[in-house]
């Protein structure tokens, strides 16, 4: 199958009803299939995986909705995992009485509420 008949056969299922779907919704519903999917079988650059987050690095992430398309275009773009950027959405959504009751002392975790509370995540 060459680009042009893979093209038209995509169109072809995208034109298939699906049952209780609007357009709007089953292409929404394609971009998560095609994320999970990307996730799944995508082996890209990890190379900064285990290495400290810059402040820079952790405001762009908590800049952007987390989204799985948002969580994996970050997880590329910083050649990270993709669970490191959901576990940082967790952090900064994780309120602070909690995070002093679970991991009080630890420096990754509070660098992270802060450049969330410096962007202006309401969790914090």
Known sequence: MNKSEFKLALLSLLEQPVDGLSWDKKIA????????????KSNWDQSQKGRPWTDAELR?????????????????????????IEQIYRWAA????????????DKFIQQIKRIAKEVGWRAT
Request: hydrophobic content about 35%.
């Open 60 to 84: 762009l992430v908590l800049q952007l909705p987390p989204t799985k398309e948002n969580i994996l275009r970050l997880a590329r773009a910083l050649h990270r995992g993709y669970g490191s």
């Open 29 to 40: 519903y394609a971009r998560l299939v095609l994320v999970e999917a990307d996730v799944d």
């Open 94 to 105: 994780t309120p602070q009485r909690e995070v002093n009751k679970k991991r009080p002392g």
